[in-house]
């Protein structure tokens, strides 16, 4: 049994800069409602859902999400028997194994 995708949450995007680029706005609504609140008031704290949105949740999660987009077909785990191990694709596609990781 070979598994490509963990059954975990995946928070990771479909390219790095379009994942850069939600944590730019997200932080940057999550920064300009707390640094605006003295220009513009408490109306400054309706850009806190846009960042929680775009950010997925929390910055922890767009966090977890670039670690997910940065690895994405890099590393593969493999699991065979009870055991599982990680496999590392290279460029031409081609498996390299790598040391065995324990449940």
Do not use: N, Y
């Amino acid at each position: 049994m070979t598994t490509t995708k963990s059954d975990g949450p995946d928070f990771a995007s479909t390219s790095l800069p379009r994942h850069l680029v939600r944590g730019v706005i997200g932080f940057g609504s999550l920064i300009g409602a707390f640094a605006l609140i003295p220009v513009l008031g408490p109306v400054s704290l309706l850009l806190l859902p846009v960042g929680v949105l775009v950010l997925r949740g929390c910055p922890m999660c767009w966090t977890i999400g670039l670690m997910q987009t940065v690895s994405r077909g890099r590393l593969q785990r493999s699991c065979e028997g009870g055991s599982c191990t990680l496999t590392v694709a290279d460029r031409d596609h081609q498996e390299r194994p790598t040391a065995p990781v324990p449940l």
